[in-house]
């Protein structure tokens, strides 16, 4: 098993000096492993430092998928005997949509 530092310090191999950096200022956790402000993963790329984002839109999650609302039965549907429903929703669908009326019987 890999030692692990007592103190939080930075990972990165500097190979120029070959040694690991082992800066104990901010440390943060990325991918690579804990690194200093000087050896993030943007900074080594030359980039800026990502910057927190608005997140996800307000709202996202709580309004039901189509799939979930393609699940809502209608008693003309059930009625119908398209739709699979037990025979205790099938006949009370029955009663609520009568089909003799449409029929003039
Ligand atoms: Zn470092």
Redesign the pocket.
């Known amino acids: 098993m890999k030692d692990e530092p007592p103190v939080p310090e930075?990972?990165?191999w500097?190979g120029s000096e070959s040694r690991?950096?082992?800066?104990v200022d901010s440390i943060r956790n990325y991918l690579p492993g804990l690194?200093?402000?000087?050896?993030t993963p943007a900074a080594l790329a030359g980039r800026p430092e990502p910057q927190p984002g608005p997140g996800w839109p307000a709202g996202t999650g709580t309004r039901p998928s189509l799939l979930a609302e393609s699940h809502v039965h209608d008693a003309r549907a059930i009625a119908s005997g398209k739709r699979r429903a037990t025979p205790a929703d099938y006949r009370a669908a029955q009663a609520a949509v009568d089909h003799r009326s449409d029929l003039n019987l």
Request: proline share 8%; charged share 10%.
């Open positions: 930075c990972a990165h500097i690991y950096c082992r800066s690194c200093c402000p000087l050896h």
